[in-house]
């Protein structure tokens, strides 16, 4: 701790002292204010919470006292310049994954309190959010078709921080390939339908429709049921 000393954020002080008459305390004060007392023998560190001290010039000390009541401070000037808060971490979504899902939660952490803004391709999304204690903070939000960018900033009253690391998300949303080889059969008085899977790796599940005649819209059909990716064969009645 020197004179003319700037602090940026709430910190630890470390530092020595010694009396013949053994000490009995020491007290940090700022602006003539005990805010803390120290720990230690001989080796002593105290906090020092700057979350409340305005930004400008203030006065620290050191006042210690020692088993006879004797007394000596040492005082510093210094100034407080609260830096902005950290630049916010998006640890959900995964950075380059892709999603057949518009609507998806985008979690991560930032500074506790802060108020976190998502941006959507350089746009902030909706209303800032804030962080938890612990830091953490969640929000949905509606992808657009093809490549997403998403970020996020982080803000206190002391200002904003800069844009987080970007997270790309593409919304895929071409159709699936179909199944081919699809052929019906009449098995034991029903329709046995059966297909080779399809290709597309984002395919999740088969729609099965039925109509009286035949039909080129699954709107001119009645859908009987939806199977999963892994089906390839279905029974109709």
């Known amino acids: 701790?020197?004179?003319?000393?700037?602090?940026?954020?709430?910190t630890s002080l470390s530092f020595t002292a010694t009396d013949r008459s053994a000490i009995s305390r020491i007290e940090l004060m700022l602006d003539g204010v005990v805010v803390a007392t120290a720990s230690g023998s001989a080796n002593y560190t105290v906090a020092l919470d700057m979350d409340a001290v305005a930004n400008g010039a203030h006065t620290l000390a050191l006042h210690a006292l020692d088993s006879l009541g004797n007394a000596s401070t040492a005082s510093y000037a210094v100034t407080v310049a609260h830096a902005v808060p950290d630049a916010p971490t998006i640890d959900a979504p995964t950075d380059g994954s892709t999603t057949r899902n518009a609507?998806?939660?985008?979690?991560?952490h930032a500074q506790p309190a802060s108020q976190v803004q998502v941006l959507l391709n350089g746009q902030p999304l909706g209303t800032a959010v804030t962080a938890g204690a612990d830091g953490r903070f969640s929000v949905?939000?509606?992808l657009v078709a093809g490549s997403n960018q998403i970020q996020a900033t982080a803000t206190d009253q002391y200002g904003s921080s800069a844009l987080s690391?970007?997270?790309?998300?593409t919304l895929d949303t071409t159709v699936p390939?179909?199944?081919t080889n699809l052929a019906a059969a009449l098995v034991n008085g029903k329709i046995h339908l059966s297909w080779t899977?399809?290709?597309?790796?984002n395919a999740v599940a088969y729609d099965i429709y039925r109509a009286s005649s035949e039909f080129s819209t699954t709107s001119e059909a009645q859908k009987l049921v939806r199977l999963p990716r892994a089906t390839t064969s279905y029974d109709d009645v």
Not at 1 to 10: E, I, K, M, N
Not at 197 to 201: L, R
């Open 177 to 179: 390939a179909a199944p």
């Open 197 to 201: 899977a399809s290709s597309d790796p």
């Open 103 to 108: 609507n998806i939660a985008v979690a991560g």
């Open 140 to 142: 949905t939000l509606s």
């Open 165 to 169: 690391a970007p997270v790309q998300v």
């Open 1 to 10: 701790l020197v004179d003319g000393a700037t602090f940026t954020r709430s």
